[in-house]
């Protein structure tokens, strides 16, 4: 398997397959070829029926500026390929001097078909949880971010220790933040009132989603108004990890090291899932995206919480378990509505995850590696129209509303 530094990105959002990605297949593609006097990039699938909700046109004209560059919307089904799928060609004196076919896989990651001249070494040896568990068992490695250190080494931790300042920085700056998102969608921003509410005014036992739903709110926020933000494992999910470790940390007194250990064992759990499954809503819907965020806030607690590898594995099925078959269905294109809330409730289940795996672990009858090939098969079968190309579900009531 990749390294967890795949699946923690930083950047700017919206959208780390439809932004991110098509922002660093632009700059690969400018470089390949200085020449050129203009550019043409042809959008297909959810890259073309989302793209302007998203800014991929946005984004891929930022990159290849000040060359002039036309956008195409295509229509056409592609065969055999990723939902996300783009063609970048270059011209200089109206003649085609290259072109390049990209896939952008989810994550803000990217795949050129038939080349791996993107690729990225395999860092794990083991690519499922079971295999991980053995080695694991035989070498008497009781949590997996030792797992994690002895394959990524001790470097690992200064990375990670970046990824969570950003993430708490992106959840500070978002609860400070007012107004509205950008998009048209007329969204108001929410985190800051949902963390000033007056906590007399809240029935007993609400203050803990009061603060996690605020600490998901800022960070998805962020995301939606293009600000820097984690992939975790995607922009549109990045608000669940980060939500869960900060009320983790300030409620029960957790070290910043501490953490960035959990983000370890949380980052395995996202690469897993990105191994075996999908983390692209245009591939396997929202599922691919914000129920593997829940796998991996869920799993980080239970490193916090000292559980152990059965526990671990427990808390991370429960988890996407109750997440399959979600849709990816934005309303507009945009990563708003459903998006910025089910960050919020997606956190609350990673917490209500945590806890099943502390009493029950020893009764569950499906492993994680069961879950994720569930998943996959649930996310490919799903209609096409529920994979992020705004055209069924919520995306296409509020169409019939507007018109």
């Known amino acids: 398997m990749k390294s967890i ?100 896989i989810g994550g803000g990651d990217l795949r050129i078909p038939g080349e791996d001249t993107l690729d990225t070494p395999e860092v794990y040896p083991e690519n499922s949880f079971a295999e991980i568990a053995d080695f694991c068992k035989w070498r008497y490695i009781e949590k997996l971010s030792d797992y994690v250190e002895l394959n990524e080494g001790e470097e690992i931790w200064d990375y990670l220790a970046t990824v969570w300042q950003t993430m708490k920085s992106a959840i500070n700056e978002g609860l400070e933040a007012e107004g509205t998102l950008p998009g048209g969608l007329k969204v108001q921003r929410k985190a800051k009132y949902l963390h000033n509410f007056p906590r007399e005014e809240l029935a007993p036992g609400m203050l803990e989603f009061k603060k996690i739903a605020a600490y998901a709110y800022a960070v998805a926020e ?19 990890v980060p939500a869960v470790l900060k009320y983790a940390q300030e409620t029960r007194g957790f070290t910043d090291e501490q953490i960035v250990r959990a983000l370890g064992t949380a980052g395995l759990i996202g690469t897993l899932t990105k191994r075996n499954a999908s983390i692209s809503g245009a591939e396997c819907g929202c599922q691919a995206e914000i129920g593997t965020a ?10 916090l919480y000292q559980q152990n590898l059965d526990q671990v594995e427990y808390a991370a099925e429960a988890a996407m378990e109750h997440h399959l078959g979600l849709t990816c269905d934005p309303i507009c294109g945009l990563v708003q509505i ?66």
């Open 5 to 104: 530094r795949e699946i923690y990105k930083i950047g700017k959002g919206p959208s780390s397959s439809h932004t991110m990605g098509p922002e660093r297949a632009a700059k690969h593609f400018k470089a390949c070829y200085p020449q050129a006097d203009r550019f043409e990039a042809i959008l297909y699938g959810s890259l073309s029926k989302t793209g302007i909700g998203h800014g991929t046109d946005r984004v891929i004209r930022d990159v290849l500026s000040p060359l002039p560059t036309q956008i195409v919307f295509s229509k056409e089904t592609l065969e055999n390929a990723h939902p996300n799928t783009m063609d970048l060609i270059a011209y200089e004196n109206d003649q085609c001097i290259g072109s390049l076919r990209v896939e952008s």
């Open 222 to 240: 962020q995301n939606a108004d293009n600000g820097t933000v984690v992939t975790a494992p995607t922009c549109g999910a990045c608000g669940v």
């Open 294 to 303: 829940c796998s991996m806030a869920a799993a980080a607690l239970a490193e």
């Open 338 to 403: 459903p998006c910025i809330e089910r960050n919020a409730v997606a956190a609350m289940r990673a917490m209500n995850a945590c806890n099943l795996s502390f009493f029950l672990t020893g009764s569950r009858n499906i492993s994680y590696d069961m879950i994720l090939r569930a998943m996959h098969e649930t996310g490919i079968n799903l209609n096409h129209r529920f994979r992020e190309t705004s055209e069924g579900g919520l995306a296409k009531i509020y169409a019939r509303k507007e018109k």
